[in-house]
């Protein structure tokens, strides 16, 4: 089953974003306060929505992903943040159900299009999004502001 989030799912949320950051060896990046996640999910402002998988009443998996806007196609997208599923139900379903509700929306939201990024060396899920149609944007590069460099250009 898939569904969106509540208020109340933001602890089970933060965990599995931690687990997700432990997947992809990344926990140390990991800064975020689940009050700061609760006020951006679901506060006057949400910045992000979130689906959520279950099995068996048990959440396994979410799917975290906001809105973007094509210039050249003049229309919304989405962007897939992140994406996990707990190692002991992968295989089952859980990831293609989550971007299958995920592509629902967007249709429903008139979106041109979904899009988000992989690690490099995620070779299983890199293989999983191909199978399901997804093409690699070979010719871009993620550049990124954080931090020091943020607060520099802001200056």
């Known amino acids: 089953m898939i569904r969106p989030a509540t208020p109340a799912d933001v602890p ?13 060896k990344l926990a140390h990046a990991v800064t975020f306060a689940d009050a700061d996640l609760h006020a951006h ?11 959520l998988a279950e099995d068996a009443g048990a959440v396994v998996g979410f799917a975290l992903f906001f809105h973007n806007y ?8 989405i962007y897939l943040e992140d994406l996990f599923v707990v190692p002991e139900v992968r295989g089952k379903g859980h990831g293609k159900a989550l971007l299958v509700e995920l592509a629902r929306l967007a249709v429903a939201r008139d979106c041109a299009r979904v899009e988000w990024s992989v690690l490099n060396w995620n070779a299983p899920s890199i293989a999983f999004y191909k199978s399901l149609g997804a093409q690699p944007m070979d010719e871009w590069t993620v550049y990124r502001l954080t931090d020091e460099a943020l607060r520099k250009l802001a200056e």
Do not use: W
């Open 12 to 24: 089970t949320i933060a965990r599995l974003i931690r687990a997700l950051a432990e997947y992809e």
């Open 41 to 51: 999910l679901f506060g006057p402002r949400p910045y992000a929505e979130v689906l």
């Open 70 to 77: 094509s210039t050249f196609r003049g229309k919304p997208g």
